[in-house]
C-alpha cells in the first residue's frame, strides 16, 4: 500500500460514501445486508483502485456500480428465506420536537414502505435517480441499460409509487 494511493482513494471514494450507503439501504432493505454490501463495495474498490483513472464525479458512478454488483452478488449468495428478511431496526432521529418527530417518521415510514414493494429493477433506477442524484447517463453505465430503458423504467417506478402511495392512503388514515 502506497501513501499516494490511500489519500487518492481518501479523496475520491469517501465522499460518496454515504451515497453508497443509500443505495445499498434501498437495495438490501435492511441495515444489516446493507452493511455487508458497502463493506464489500469498499473492499472491492479498494482492490481494483489502481486500475481507476477517472475524476471525483465519475468516482461517484463507479463506486455505486460495485455497491450494486455486491449487492446482487450477495442476493445470489443468499438463501431465498434470508431474503425476505426486512425487519432491520428503523433509522428514526429522535433529536427534533416530538411532534416533528412523529410526523417525519410517519412520512418517512409510508415512504419506505411504498419503496420495498416495488420490484428491485423498478426500486433501483429510482433510489439511484432520486436519492443518489444519479444522471440518466450514470444509471446507464452502472446498469447496463440503454438510456431509453432508464428513462422508462423510471417513469415506471415513479407511476407504480404513486399507484402503491395512493392505495395505501386510504388503509393509513
Not at 494511493?5 to 469517501?14: D, N
Not at 455486491?70 to 443468499?78: E, I, L, R
Not at 429510482?126 to 444519479?134: D, G, I, K, S, T
Request: hydrophobic residues 45%; aromatic residues 8%; neutral net charge.
Amino acid at each position: 500500500m502506497t501513501v499516494d494511493k490511500k489519500t487518492r482513494f481518501e479523496q475520491l471514494a469517501l465522499p460518496h460514501l454515504s451515497s453508497a450507503w443509500q443505495l445499498a439501504r434501498w437495495l438490501a432493505r435492511n441495515d444489516a445486508q446493507a452493511q455487508e454490501v458497502v463493506q464489500e463495495a469498499w473492499l472491492r474498490a479498494w482492490r481494483y483502485f489502481d486500475g481507476f483513472s477517472g475524476s471525483l464525479i465519475e468516482t461517484r458512478a463507479w463506486l455505486l456500480t460495485i455497491v450494486r454488483n455486491a449487492f446482487y452478488d450477495s442476493v445470489a449468495a443468499q438463501r431465498p428465506h434470508d431474503l425476505l428478511d426486512e425487519s432491520g431496526p428503523e433509522a428514526v432521529d429522535w433529536t427534533f420536537n416530538p411532534e416533528h418527530m412523529a410526523e417525519r417518521a410517519d412520512a418517512k415510514r409510508v415512504i419506505e414502505d411504498a419503496l420495498r414493494q416495488l420490484p428491485v429493477p423498478y426500486r433501483e433506477v429510482l433510489v439511484l435517480r432520486e436519492l443518489a442524484e444519479c444522471s440518466y447517463q450514470e444509471i446507464a453505465r452502472m446498469t447496463g441499460l440503454p438510456p431509453g430503458t432508464v428513462m422508462s423504467r423510471l417513469a415506471r417506478a415513479r407511476a407504480m409509487l404513486a399507484t402503491i402511495l395512493t392505495n395505501n392512503q386510504g388503509t393509513t388514515r
